[in-house]
């Protein structure tokens, strides 16, 4: 397909198909105006162009460096490694090595 305004126009269900979403999330992105469409009659067209650009706008990018988490960065820094227990893992929220409490049927009694 050649860059530019002189390419055919797609209906929804192929400009979903070329973004990889569905039909579904296609409708609501125009009905929030998310993405750029021309109404014609009943039909919402999409012209090739706009959705590569849609794309390419969309694109998030990885982090560097600096902003991965200290318990992220070792395990991405050597991935065949096996860490020591507890050495890489999210760390535990509070309260987490606590056991649970026990119920029994004698605290659902009103006093």
Do not use: C
């Amino acid at each position: 397909m050649s860059e530019g305004k002189d390419e055919a126009p797609v209906r929804i269900e192929a400009a979903a198909a070329m973004l990889g979403v569905t039909v579904r999330w296609m409708r609501r992105a125009v009905e929030e105006r998310v993405i750029p469409y021309h109404r014609v009659g009943r039909f919402v067209l999409f012209q090739p162009s706009d959705l590569r650009e849609f794309f390419s706008r969309t694109r998030v990018s990885p982090r560097d460096d600096l902003t991965v988490p200290p318990w992220l960065r070792q395990s991405l820094a050597d991935p065949g490694a096996v860490p020591a227990a507890g050495a890489v893992g999210r760390p535990r929220r509070r309260g987490g090595d606590r056991p649970l409490r026990k119920i029994s049927p004698a605290d659902d009694r009103p006093a």
